[in-house]
Every structure is written in structure tokens, then in C-alpha cells.
T-cell receptor
Framework: NAGVMQNPRHLVRRRGQEARLRCSPM?????VYWYRQLPEEGLKFMVY????????ESGMPKERFSAEFPKEGPSILRIQQVVRGDSAAYFC?????????????FGPGTRLTVT | AQRVTQPEKLLSVFKGAPVELKCNYS??????LFWYVQYSRQRLQLLLR??SRESIKGFTADLNKGETSFHLKKPFAQEEDSAMYYC????????????????FGQGTILTVHP
């Protein structure tokens, strides 16, 4: 099992462009979580998805950010019209089920730089 | 809203010395507490969680609901313990299952000197 995969590992975008971050969960995992880590801060929850459903998006900015986890293929975090403040490390995690004590397995992260 | 505080950004000890990484949380309900660790050039991974009451790599952590703390301790630190440590919590609903998302502290960088 290759673990949670994220690509690209590094992404550079100019202000106003779109950023698409991909996350492939571990085999057999149907729950995906996205976290953002701004410089000098801890990880902050963004969104929790199951296949084809958004379960909790309480941490997502109201504008420009969206996430999906289709029936087939990876989960995608999409940031439209990026701004410098979007520069951060974005981590994806997966778990086999939600609920009491199930470990979340983290990917290596995507480092987004907005110039 | 729930909050996790790690008051020490940096912690340095010498090999063989005891180490304690502090974690306090604020939440009035039933949280589940975790410690995650990130070694150099590796991904974030679970170290231990309070419900399992395990000792992993010599580390232990006891949930103190009165003090709302979940400090991580090891009696004799090793150089390979040098890493970034995150305390995190997830909320449990009335049925005892997690809402899923983790709330992280800011992290503590532990350096163990030879």
C-alpha cells in the first residue's frame, strides 16, 4: 500500500490563476480530509469528504475554494483566482471509516506558492 | 469552538534527560486526544491516542480532564526523538463516534542533543 498520495508536491501559481491539488487516499479508504498549514502555524481543517459527498466544509473559505471526491479518481481541492495569502502547505489525510479513534493517514503535502 | 494549545514552540533537551511536551485543550464535551509526529523529511504520522493508553517509542500521555491537558512524556529522550510534535483532538458525538475533523495545536519542535 503506497500510502496517501498527493500531487503535485510543489505548485507555483501567479495571482489570479487556478490551483488544482490532487489527493489519492490509501486503498480501501473512503474518507478524505484536507488541511492547510500557513507559515508558522499548525494544520487547520478545511473539509471532510466521503465518496461523492461533502460531509463537513466548515473550515473552507467561503469564496474561491471548492473540493470534490468523485466516485472514481482522486479528491481535488480547487482554488480559483489565487492570492498571495493562499501560499501554504496543503495536506490530505484519509481514513477507512470516520468515528471514534480511527487514525487519519497523511499525505506528504502540496506546497503552493503564489507569486 | 474547540482549541488546542501547545505553549512551547521549541524544546531542547540532552539525550537521556526526561522530556515533557505540553498540550492543553478547551472543549466542554468529550474529545479524543492524539499526538502526531513529523520526523525530518517524513509525513505526519500518529504517535499515540488517549483511548488506547499505549506507550509508543517510550512516550506516554495521560488525559487529565480536570486540567484539560494531554502532556506527552518520555523519561529518557533519544536523539531520534528529534521531530515536530502536534497535539490534536477530535470531537465525539453522543454515540461516541468522531465527527471526523482534527483540531491541531501549533506544534512543538523537539531537539535532543547528544
Amino acid at each position: 500500500n503506497a500510502g496517501v498520495m498527493q500531487n503535485p508536491r510543489h505548485l507555483v501559481r501567479r495571482r489570479g490563476q487556478e490551483a488544482r491539488l490532487r489527493c489519492s487516499p490509501m486503498k480501501g479508504h473512503s474518507h478524505v480530509y484536507w488541511y492547510r498549514q500557513l507559515p508558522e502555524e499548525g494544520l487547520k481543517f478545511m473539509v471532510y469528504l466521503q465518496k461523492e459527498n461533502i460531509i463537513d466544509e466548515s473550515g473552507m473559505p467561503k469564496e474561491r475554494f471548492s473540493a470534490e471526491f468523485p466516485k472514481e479518481g482522486p479528491s481535488i481541492l480547487r482554488i480559483q483566482q489565487v492570492v498571495r495569502g493562499d501560499s501554504a502547505a496543503y495536506f490530505c489525510a484519509s481514513s477507512p471509516v470516520a468515528g471514534g479513534g480511527h487514525e487519519q493517514y497523511f499525505g506528504p503535502g502540496t506546497r503552493l506558492t503564489v507569486t | 469552538a474547540q482549541r488546542v494549545t501547545q505553549p512551547e514552540k521549541l524544546l531542547s533537551v540532552f539525550k537521556g534527560a526526561p522530556v515533557e511536551l505540553k498540550c492543553n485543550y478547551s472543549y466542554s464535551g468529550s474529545p479524543e486526544l492524539f499526538w502526531y509526529v513529523q520526523y525530518s523529511r517524513q509525513r505526519l504520522q500518529l504517535l499515540l491516542r488517549h483511548i488506547s493508553r499505549e506507550s509508543i517509542k517510550g512516550f506516554t500521555a495521560d488525559l487529565n480532564k480536570g486540567e484539560t491537558s494531554f502532556h506527552l512524556k518520555k523519561p529518557f529522550a533519544q536523539e531520534e526523538d528529534s521531530a515536530m510534535y502536534y497535539c490534536a483532538l477530535t470531537l465525539l458525538n453522543a454515540g461516541g463516534t468522531s465527527y471526523g475533523k482534527l483540531t491541531f495545536g501549533q506544534g512543538t519542535i523537539l531537539t535532543v542533543h547528544p
